[in-house]
């Protein structure tokens, strides 16, 4: 079964406006941690923003904050005042303490920035 | 910060040969290394854990006799794809955990063609 679900393959956002990358995940461990990140066309994976599954607020990092929801098991990424260097691919990852420190990947989300 | 260098960045290799690709920790000790693989527009799929000192535990369906995998210091970790064939021409990225849960450090990456 699939334990982390991008459903969006593309998006495209205006430049300046906010975006909304949708993640949910699923897991029977109580301790978890989500993960997302840039993968540029260079192919470096860029770390953006951590939420733990104890964490009462969202993770918020300059542009980037998680929606999360923990009942419904979403762990949507918004991108505020979208740039033309966030075009990239996005992916969600979650970590469960059970399965140690490995990370599993969603399907990633195309992102394009029009000017 | 802490930084993961993975080397070489790009290879070329010959059909039948053996290709090495090096996942550095520089920064930090790393008890455990993660190697992934990744098609082009598609997800990271994790392929082995490599635990420092012991054999590397592998996914299922990841060949261990094909993706050879050595973690012999806290420091290196070393994947051998041998007797390359054209279909393991990949993008190959590996991670690193010095203990911390909420954190995941990644090499650049090697893209691997085989001729």
């Known amino acids: 079964a699939q334990k982390i679900t991008q459903t969006q393959p593309g998006m495209f956002v205006q430049e300046k406006e906010a975006v909304t990358l949708d993640c949910t995940y699923d897991?029977?461990?109580?301790?978890?941690?989500l993960f997302w990140y840039k993968q540029p066309s260079s192919g470096e994976m860029i770390f953006l923003i951590y939420?733990?599954?104890?964490?009462?607020q969202n993770a918020t990092e300059g542009r980037y904050s998680l929606n999360f929801q923990k009942a419904r098991k979403s762990a949507n990424l918004v991108i505020s005042a979208s740039q033309l260097g966030d075009s990239a691919m996005y992916f969600c990852a979650m970590r469960e303490r059970k399965q140690g420190g490995k990370l599993i990947f969603g399907q990633g989300t195309e992102l394009s920035v029009k000017p | 910060g802490a930084v993961v260098s993975q080397h070489p960045s790009r290879v070329i290799c010959k059909s039948g040969t053996s290709v090495k690709i090096e996942c550095r920790s520089l920064d930090f000790q790393a008890t455990t290394m993660f190697w992934y693989r990744q098609f082009p527009k598609k997800s990271l799929m994790l392929m082995a854990t490599?635990?420092?000192?012991?054999?590397?535990?592998?996914e299922q369906g990841v060949e261990k006799d094909k993706f050879l995998i050595n973690h012999a210091s806290l420091t290196l970790s070393t994947l051998t794809v041998t007797s390359a064939h054209p279909e393991d021409s990949s993008f190959y990225i590996c991670?690193?955990?010095?203990?911390?849960?909420?954190?995941?450090?990644f090499g650049q990456g090697t893209r691997l063609t085989v001729v």
């Open positions: 991670s690193a955990n010095f203990g911390s849960y909420t954190e995941a450090f």
């Open positions: 897991t029977s461990d109580q301790s978890y941690g």
């Open positions: 490599s635990n420092e000192g012991s054999k590397a535990t592998y």
């Open positions: 939420q733990g599954s104890y964490d009462e």
